[in-house]
Each structure stands twice: as C-alpha cells, then as structure tokens.
C-alpha cells in the first residue's frame, strides 16, 4: 500500500480500489479484530439551520489502523460491502450512536443522529425490526433516529428494499436519501423511496457559487424537494458564499467544515452546549456567515 500524510501529519491509508489484492485482504481481517476490540470511532458532524438551529447530527465512521493510520470511510466501507462484514459494521455503528444518544438524551441534549446506512443493510432481512429493537433497548425514541440511504438500495431488489423502508418508517425512523445527484436521481426513485429529507451531495455544493449550471441544479433539487414535502439538506458548505446562495435558494439545512467538521463525542457535546443546543433547540449564536 501507499502511505501519504493528509494535513494533520497522521498517515492516510491509499489502495488500489478494485481487487482482492492480498492488502485488501489485510485490511478486511483488521477491520473485523477492531470492530471486535471496540477500536473503530464514531465522529459526529451538525446539520444546521440558517438560523442556527441544529437540525441534527451525522454520525460518521473512524478508523485508525495501527499501523496505517487514518484509513478513509470510503475505504473501508467499500471492502466491507463487497466481503460480507457490512451488517456487523453497521450493527457496531447503530449500537455507537444509540448508546451515545442516550448518553446525551440523560444530560438534556436531545439532538437527532443521522447514520448511514449500505444497500446491504436495506436488503438484510429482518433489519428494521433489528433497528427497532435496538432502539427499545436504548431506550432511544425512533424520532431521535435517522437513517441516511442512497438510492442504490433501489438496484437489487427495489420491493425488499422498499418493504424495508416502509418498516422503518413504520416505526417512526426518518429516512434521508443521502448523495442526492450523483446516483440515477430518477424521479421514480424519489416517488418511491419514504424519505422525509434530501441532502444534496457536495460535488454539486462545491461550486455552487461559481457555477452557474451547479446553482441551477441545486436551484431545481430544492424546488422539486419542497414541492414532494421534504426537507433539503446541503453538504459540503466550506465558505460564507455558498452559505448565502444556498439560504437565498430556499434549502433548509446546511453540512460541512465552514459550521462544523465531524468531531469526537466529547468535542460535539462541547460543541452542543457552547451553542446552548439540546433540550431547547433554542439558537443562541449567529449562524455561521453573515449576519
Ligand atoms: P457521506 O455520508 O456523504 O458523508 C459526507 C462526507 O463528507 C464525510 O466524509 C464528511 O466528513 C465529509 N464532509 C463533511 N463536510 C465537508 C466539507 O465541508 N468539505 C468536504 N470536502 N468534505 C466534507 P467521510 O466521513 O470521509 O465519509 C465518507 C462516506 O463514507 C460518507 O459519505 C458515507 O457514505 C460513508 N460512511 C461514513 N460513515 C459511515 C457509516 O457509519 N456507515 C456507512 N454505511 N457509511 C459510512
Ligand atoms: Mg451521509
Ligand atoms: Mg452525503
Ligand atoms: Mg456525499
């Protein structure tokens, strides 16, 4: 493998995407001795209203290879969908968040987390009453859950996956179709998919500002959200500009660094009660951006 350093000096793992090279291997082995040992991390990053509000919080995997260092999601999430390991890294994620929800729900911070979800999730059998299990063992009530799919539940077995969804929702889970614009964006799969929020994926976000094209798309994805009822997040804000256009385009919530990257349990309470959030949803600082 190839080693390079991202931009805090820790060691970020690279491979070559697409074949069961013996490192692959590697990794997939290592992975399951640290999902087993407890070593894989979750980092939590705010959703937020133009007023300031927090919508809720993403949880986002972290995995930290002994050796390797930093190993990116996209990574790892990728070997463990094509070997197998997805349900226990899902199962692990859920368990993370829902004990950590509850952790925050016993000091008055009632904050909704986010977790992504595969296709393989969707398509497992018996997965929302799992989730719904989960959560009674919590003692976690199912709004403060969200689950964030893409549309390639929709490949395999679109009436499993739908029947999946409808359990979910059935229970009172949220669904988020997450990377909206980068899959097929096919408007069945919008009519189809019981999903109460849109996040719009950051390659159309990035250059929103710049891009008069980009702005359009984003122009008509929330248009077309608004008009099926649900709310559009966007992610990937870095600056006040973006900020801005997306607020004057009419989307609901914004993700990214300029607000918030996804930080550790202790830092996102920090983070939390420094902007008074919790029990009160009550916006206390200026949103990021302009005031
Ligand atoms: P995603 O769900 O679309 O998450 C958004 C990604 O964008 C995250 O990358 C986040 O750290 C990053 N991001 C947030 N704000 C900004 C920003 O302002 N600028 C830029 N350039 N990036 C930003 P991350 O954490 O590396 O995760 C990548 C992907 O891995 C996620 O994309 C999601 O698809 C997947 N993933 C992460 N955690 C989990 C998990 O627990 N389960 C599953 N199934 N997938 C996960
Ligand atoms: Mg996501
Ligand atoms: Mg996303
Ligand atoms: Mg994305």
Excluded at 8 to 36: C, F, H, I, M, Q
Excluded at 65 to 83: C, L, M, Q
Excluded at 87 to 94: I, M, Q, R
């Amino acid at each position: 493998y190839q080693a390079k350093r991202d931009r805090t000096g820790v060691e970020v793992y690279e491979s070559k995407r697409d074949s069961n090279t013996p490192d692959r291997l590697g990794l997939l082995g290592d992975l399951r001795r640290a999902l087993d040992a407890g070593d894989v991390e979750l980092h939590y990053q705010p959703k937020v209203r133009f007023d300031g509000e927090v919508a809720g919080l993403e949880a986002l995997v972290r995995w930290v290879h002994p050796e390797r260092g930093k190993v990116p999601p996209d990574e790892f999430i990728a070997i463990a969908e094509s070997s197998g390991l997805m349900p226990h890294l899902t199962e692990y994620v859920l368990e993370s968040a829902l004990a950590q929800v509850a952790r925050w729900r016993s000091q008055g911070l009632n904050v909704p987390v986010a977790v992504n979800v595969s296709p393989r999730d969707v398509h497992t059998p018996g997965f929302a009453g799992a989730v719904a299990a989960r959560l009674a063992r919590h003692g976690v009530p199912a709004g403060a859950l969200q689950l964030e799919i893409t549309e390639h539940v929709l490949l395999e077995d679109p009436q499993r996956a739908a029947d999946t969804l409808a359990g979910l929702t059935g229970h009172g889970v949220k669904m988020s179709l997450d990377d909206f614009g980068t899959g097929y964006s096919s408007l069945v799969h919008l009519r189809r998919l019981p999903v109460s929020e849109l996040k719009i994926d950051r390659s159309f976000v990035a250059r929103l500002a710049v891009d008069t094209e980009d702005a359009e798309i984003v122009r008509c994805t929330v248009d077309l959200a608004h008009s099926l009822g649900l709310l559009v997040v966007a992610e990937g804000v870095e600056d006040d500009e973006t900020w801005e256009r997306l607020r004057d385009l009419g989307c609901d919530a914004v993700q990214g660094w300029l607000v918030a990257a996804a930080m550790p349990p202790s830092e996102t309470t920090a983070w939390l009660r420094a902007r008074g959030e919790g029990a009160t949803h009550r916006p206390v600082d200026p949103a990021p951006g302009p005031a």
